[in-house]
């Protein structure tokens, strides 16, 4: 069975960082375009970054970019998603997806429906 795992989050202060994991179980992630979302109280999940199966594409939300790296380290079998200069707006709970249906080894896409396995989820939260 496929299995993803986020961890990383946190309680962070306006302006921190962080660096939130995916791993995988049972599967190469590295045969998977990766993605990662979030998704706030009260708001619709959206997406922050993409990974492709290669490394060699990544994309992002225009709401972080500049401030978000996705990177790839194939040997941990992980995928993480460095975030600098955190905003209130930051908060939320962090997935991590797996596609290789939709996807190739140059490209990712930024939209929940393509992606067919998902993490429970990391917390991140900015504190006042």
């Known amino acids: 069975q496929l299995q993803l795992a986020e961890s990383g989050g946190g309680l962070v202060q306006p302006g921190g960082s962080l660096r939130l994991s995916c791993t995988a179980f049972g599967f190469n992630l590295e045969d998977y375009a990766i993605g990662w979302f979030r998704q706030a109280p009260g708001k619709e999940r959206e997406a922050v970054s993409c990974?492709?199966?290669?490394?060699?594409?990544?994309n992002y939300a225009d709401s972080v970019r500049g401030r978000f790296a996705i990177s790839r380290n194939v040997a941990m079998n992980a995928v993480f998603l460095q975030i600098n200069s955190l905003k209130p707006e930051d908060t939320a709970v962090y997935y991590c997806a797996a596609d290789r249906i939709h996807s190739t080894g140059a490209w990712c896409p930024l939209d929940d429906d393509q992606y067919e396995y998902w993490g429970q989820g990391t917390q991140v939260t900015l504190s006042s």
């Open positions: 990974i492709s199966s290669r490394g060699g594409y990544t």
